[in-house]
């Protein structure tokens, strides 16, 4: 398959999962009556559920990374071509930052927005930085493990990671910029989303590092592998 199907493959895969994420955002925060667990466990939920159908929807096509930290790692773990990174992770910025626009019109909010939503500190950061480690070393794990269960692997982390991390989990560049574009539940400030984004690229650097290293003291991975 041509790089140009793939690549449209992750716009619309992102777009999709943007839309889900945001529009659940707003969607449980209309319905919660001010209880922010109840939109968060809404938000949750429905993105776990979206996870899992875009990616058992997309994963033949372009392995439905979703996510420039997903395909960096990838690559770095010698997983993904190198020649394919860069039209993966433009479809995906393009894709997620589509995807908000489209929740925004589906339930009559402004299209273009910028988010005012604080979102700073330390612990957010290192909560990013976990997200994203965990993340990755999931997917690359259970691709060599159990290839058939990856969708169900990441909707199950990210849907827990939302309650376990004070960040809710973006764990996603991508996700991160477009969420800078959204004043509603799942917004972050502007200035709030580079933190985010070096502490994701740093959980992901980890947690290939320690693939490579818990694999292989098992035996388990060849060197040609990560």
């Given at each position: ?53 875009l ?30 990174v ?11 930052i ?18 005012e ?9 290192l ?42 989990s ?6 991160t910029?477009?969420?800078s ?5 799942s ?5 709030d ?34």
């Amino acid at each position: 398959m041509t790089l140009a199907r793939r690549a449209a493959a992750e716009f619309v895969g992102t777009a999709l999962l943007l839309a889900v994420i945001v529009g659940s955002g707003i969607m449980g925060e209309r319905l919660a009556g001010g209880n922010i667990a109840v939109a968060l466990l809404a938000n949750s939920v429905a993105t776990g559920g979206g996870l899992i159908a875009l990616i058992l929807a997309f994963g033949d096509l372009s392995g439905a990374h979703f996510n420039p930290a997903v395909t960096l790692a990838l690559a770095a773990a010698r997983k993904h071509p190198w020649r394919d990174v860069s039209g993966y992770v433009i479809a995906q910025f393009a894709g997620a930052i589509v995807g908000v626009w489209i929740a925004h019109a589906m339930f009559g909010e402004s299209i273009f927005q910028v988010s005012e939503k604080l979102r700073p500190g330390g612990a957010l950061m290192l909560s990013e930085a976990v997200a994203s480690f965990g993340l990755l070393l999931t997917i690359i794990a259970t691709i060599r493990h159990r290839p058939e269960s990856v969708a169900y692997a990441v909707a199950a982390y990210i849907a827990s990671a939302y309650w376990f991390t004070a960040s809710t989990s973006f764990a996603n560049p991508a996700v991160t910029v477009a969420r800078s574009l959204t004043n509603t539940f799942s917004g972050i400030r502007p200035s709030d989303a580079l933190g985010f984004i070096l502490s994701q690229l740093l959980g992901a650097a980890l947690a290939v590092a320690a693939v490579r290293f818990l694999f292989r003291q098992k035996g388990v991975v060849d060197a040609a592998d990560v």
